[in-house]
């Protein structure tokens, strides 16, 4: 029974049995697929009606009309950005953003303050523009999903940049160089580790509450880290007071755009390189 057959899979949908295939990745403008097609109409009464009389001949042209097809989809958003804020929770993301741009986050002096990911706009006098994302904090085993973890990563997968930001001051009593070892981790576990591979800029915040000597050591030692576990970054580590003094934000405007700057640069050889490949292959008829 088709009613029968209908509610067995929506069961299996809801409760994960049924195996889940990416059809396709809608990511530029004006993308599309056809998901189903739709069902053939046949010849019949609608079409002879208010025809008069119609011969018994031409009758018997009718045809039967045929079913469409029967697709069940689950779409995903993601956000699209040039560069995307990774960091634990309370590590000073959302100020951040909101120091660099006109977005107004939630802030306050406590860890999960955002539910939901949002999007800033770094303005330039050249009228330059850098979009940012603003993505809710992780926790160890995001990779795996803890913590609305894949919902969050998922949004960075749109991301041309990464900016891992950490607390260098350890306010919760966390250390920077473990964060920055975990966030690694959970970047490179998820999917393939392909966001791993993406230039990358790492930030210490929260800098004003180190002597000079601390601040120092802790960016020396970000940047050894960041080596270990094979961010790519070719920027030094920015130190930041993003939320107090604003110590370096222009030096970290600056630092966002250079590595923005590099993403283009690499996007821009590949697609030299993929236009010299079409030039010198000769194609047979």
């Keep these: 029974d088709f009613d029968d057959e209908m509610v067995s899979s929506t069961e299996e949908i809801f409760m ?3 195996e889940k295939v990416v059809i396709a990745d809608l990511d530029r403008p004006g993308s599309f697929i056809i998901a189903a097609w739709g069902g053939r109409g046949g010849r019949g009464n609608f079409l002879f009606s208010g025809k ?35 960091g634990f929770p309370n590590a000073g993301k959302s100020s951040l953003i909101a120091a660099m ?4 986050p939630e802030i306050a002096p406590y860890p999960f303050t955002t539910l ?3 999007i ?20 160890q085993g995001a990779s795996l999903g803890r913590g609305r973890g894949h919902d969050f990563l998922r949004h960075l997968e749109r991301t041309k940049v990464l900016i891992y930001i950490v607390d260098a001051a350890g306010v919760d ?15 490179a576990e998820y999917q393939l580790g392909e966001m791993l591979n993406r230039p990358a800029l790492v930030v210490a915040n929260k800098v004003d509450l180190l002597s000079h000597t601390e601040k120092e050591e802790v960016v020396n030692n970000l940047e050894e880290v960041a080596a270990e576990i094979g961010i790519m970054t070719k920027h ?28 283009q640069g690499s996007e821009d050889r590949v697609d030299v390189d993929e ?4 030039q010198g292959t000769s194609w047979g008829s």
């Design 120 to 139: 800033g706009s770094i303005e330039y006098r050249d009228e330059y523009k850098i979009k940012v994302a603003d993505v809710p904090g992780l926790i």
């Design 275 to 278: 236009t010299e490949q079409l």
């Design 173 to 187: 009593g966390r250390d920077p160089l473990d964060d920055l070892r975990s966030l690694g981790h959970e970047i």
């Design 236 to 263: 030094p580590v920015v130190g930041v007071s993003v939320g107090v003094t604003g110590e370096k934000l222009s030096e970290l405007s600056r630092a966002i755009r250079f590595v923005v700057d590099e993403y």
């Design 52 to 86: 008069g009389l119609i011969p018994y001949e031409r009758m018997q042209n009718r045809t039967t009309p045929h079913e469409g097809e029967v697709s069940f989809l689950e779409l995903e958003l993601k956000l699209i950005a040039d560069a995307g804020l990774v």
């Design 101 to 104: 741009s006109r977005a107004q």
């Design 116 to 118: 939901h990911p949002l």
């Design 16 to 18: 994960g049995e049924r």
